[in-house]
């Protein structure tokens, strides 16, 4: 079974097990319903031959009042129709408890212990659904008179509205399990996406992530899809960052191996070709070896950093900062290279502005944009080193040079390690990772680098730093706080 068929079969099978579990929660719900709608019947329909045997018992309780006994049994003899239509029979009771069926429903049996049927304190269930027959007792001048009404008789009226409401709950049901199943089917459809998308992974595919573009909608499962779509379109993304960082240091470390290599061969030829020389060659041949591998090492030390400082690995030492003096520290440092270089290094930086943060960091930050500005500016150009205060709060570095710029399509490309302008890589020292280290720096210190360039109008390199000023008036870093 391949994977593709696998993910189908799963989502098919989760889209069963949701309409099913949704039927089943609808149907047992239906059932609730009709119980109670079924049990709300025939209380109202208990409530309404209730309130007929009161208003019939008044009525003949006053005949009996004003006129007598023989006058009800004419008046209930005279009209039964009444009586039979609401399936109920009258009795008289003589003072010896013989039985007497008068007019009514003649179906219903004169020999019943009349008294055991009236309702008296008895649950309504009870008196209607548990018992046949309602009764209610009048007392006469010389008898008693017994209306008794026969409760199954009138159940068929409570069944036929319950099935009414029984099979419009049941087309109600039809109808929503087809849309229902449609609904679970449109929900899920992101997923089936998904499955096929998968299984392109599972056959070692990534390029189609890669393509892939946010949808319009983004809602339910559609998130989801897209989340999962992203996160392997930034694995994607970082495996081809894996692969050209290994090819890009197989390329630089295959330089300084292969020197180290024909140093050492023709070192030892030498030795046995010249052994009056072997001395001073063999010491050349080592020196050239330990500068090499020393380049290597460097080179290996740096990307071994830029990850320690990407996993977050280095821990942040946030101490009160003095901008201008780090600033100034760094311009020091550099100012004998620059001199020897012809070219001019100021600062202008406002006293007092003292922030919350990682000063080595940040200094580490700084050499290297000086560093980097100092390789591409020519002889007779100027590198200068800001800071102010912005009014959105944040504190603002730049380090401007007047070198030979760098184009449009690169700026962007010359944060990621290892990436260099000149293809040739043999114009300038460096390994191109010093704008992948300062960017990762400060973005875990809480701050931002970008840059604006020129081709030969030189570059301008902008940290931004996120920080909030306490009570001691000391600005603090965000990442540092």
Known sequence: MSSNQSVEQALASTQRQLF?????????CLV???IVVGVLFFYDLYKTEKKILNSLSIEYQRIIKFESD????????????????NNIAAFSVTPSESVLFIAGDANLPADLNLNYYLPNDKWWFTAFIMEPYIALKMQGNAQDFVLLLDNKARYPSVVRQWSMTFFALIILVIFT???????????????VILGEQLDKLSAGSLDSFSAYRERDHNNGLDAINQSVHLAISRLHQVIVTMDTTVDAIAHDIRTPLARITLASESA?????????????????????????????SNMLKALM???????????????PTDINAVISRVAHWYEGIAEEKNITVSCVTPAGMIIDSDADKLTQVLVNLVDNALKYTDAGGEIMLTSSMQQDGRIQIQVIDSGVGIAREHQELVFKRLYRVDPSRSNTDGYGLGLSL????????????????????????TIKLEVIMDDSKIYRAVNGS
């Open 20 to 28: 099913l579990r949704f039927m089943t929660i609808l149907l047992s």
């Open 32 to 34: 609730l319903i009709e």
């Open 70 to 85: 023989e006058k009800l049994i004419h008046v209930l003899s005279g009209n039964p129709q009444r009586l039979i239509d």
């Open 177 to 191: 399990s087809v849309f229902i199943r449609r609904l679970i089917k449109n929900t899920m459809s992101p997923l």
């Open 268 to 296: 030892l030829l030498g030795f046995h070709q010249h052994k009056e020389k072997a001395e001073m060659e063999m010491a050349n041949a080592l020196s050239d070896c330990a500068e090499h591998a020393e380049q290597a």
């Open 305 to 319: 950093k830029l990850n320690d400082e990407l996993t977050e690995k280095r821990q942040i030492q946030c101490v």
């Open 438 to 461: 300062a960017l990762a720096m400060l973005s875990n210190i809480g701050g931002t680098l970008s840059l604006e360039s020129e081709l030969g109008k030189g570059s301008v390199f």
